[in-house]
């Protein structure tokens, strides 16, 4: 996804298996996001820049009334209804663990991240690959994991991987 002169926030993967957990549950949980985020490169790869935690505002309001979510220290923002994907109002979160973001770690657009290089895929991705670091996440593979990855810090907290 791209904006006009704030950048982009890149391809996001659901895993929808997550969403409906924490939509039934009303537990958010930072090892587990709903939403990866991923840049496509010029070589036809995609690398992994974020995470992106959300939950449908109905469904944490009645689990947590008057309390909007919030994760390490940070408010989630309220997307209203209608907006522009077609769901109900949701709270969601960015977190720009994989490409520093010059304007903060939990904003919601990237001025360095681009989508110019991507290009529709038909069929599913190549499996992923251990011994490269722009490992590819495949979408179409719902029981496979995220590869590993590099360990991060949000304001002094450990970060040490999403799966």
Not at 74 to 82: I, K, V
Not at 100 to 122: K, L, M, Y
Request: glycine share 8%; net charge negative.
């Amino acid at each position: 996804m791209s904006g006009d002169s704030a950048g982009a926030m890149g391809l996001h993967y659901v895993n929808l298996t997550v969403l409906t957990s924490t939509n039934q549950s009303g537990v958010m949980e930072v090892d587990h996001p709903q939403i990866v985020i991923y840049e496509p490169t010029a070589d036809g790869h995609l690398r992994l820049t974020g995470a992106d935690y959300l939950v449908y505002a109905d469904a944490w309001d009645k689990l947590h009334p008057g309390d909007p979510p919030q994760l390490m220290g940070q408010l989630f923002h309220l997307f209203d209804a209608p907006n522009r994907f077609g769901l109900p109002a949701f709270y969601t979160l960015h977190a720009w663990a994989w490409k520093d973001n010059p304007n903060g770690a939990f904003v919601n657009w990237h001025p360095n991240v681009s989508c110019e290089q991507f290009t529709a895929r038909t069929t599913p991705l190549p499996e992923v690959s251990s011994t490269r670091n722009d490992s590819l996440f495949d979408p179409l593979a719902g029981s496979k994991g995220l590869p590993p990855r590099p360990a991060r810090r949000f304001h002094g907290l450990p970060v040490t991987g999403l799966s």
